[in-house]
């Protein structure tokens, strides 16, 4: 299957690519066949007894492999100092990754980092683990649980201490500019690849 992206780069069928290194320290078995977005990244093919179980049981944990993961995955990554202990609490489960944008400016990279790392003055940051600039860099900004999920239909998979919440830096407006054509190329490919690799890693059902 080829990659969006290049005519020449070729995907995995297993969906779960990473660095061999990564794969083996989580008991999986790296495959031949290279992944996008680095000649090192592999397929990485999890035994049924070794699959991260995210997913299915609690985690009560900090999330202080983000930042492994997303690198694993070929992406840049750059962490907040203080990521690994920031958070209202630990994080019950990963049941569920939701995407946000920030309705923040319209230019910079990530000019919203500071918002979503401290909050606003009527709500507390960390409000995301974890931030996506225009250039497609990710920001691992909390490892714990973040005020971004807001009323849901199902608190057990979507609320905050059971999913992860990602804020990529798009103003939002007009509200008509919806879908790909209004992101850039780099940062909706990074997006799409980065919550492969979280969901591939927590086991977050499809």
Known sequence: NLC???N???CCSCANCMEASLCKSRGGVPSTG???GSSTNQCCNMASTSVPTGGKTPVNRMLTDLADILRGAGLTVIESDGWK???HGIMTSVKGILVHHTAGPATGDFPS???VRDGRTDLAGPLSQLGLGRSGTW???AAGRSYHAGATIDDSIFGNANAIGIEAEATGSPSTNTGHA???EVQYQSYI???KALQAAYAVPT
Do not use: E
């Open 8 to 10: 020449t780069i070729r």
């Open 139 to 141: 920001y691992v900004i």
């Open 34 to 36: 290279i992944c996008p």
């Open 193 to 195: 690849r980065g919550v």
């Open 85 to 87: 202990t920031r958070g």
């Open 4 to 6: 969006d992206g290049g």
């Open 113 to 115: 980092l500071k918002v």
């Open 182 to 184: 209004y992101w850039p």
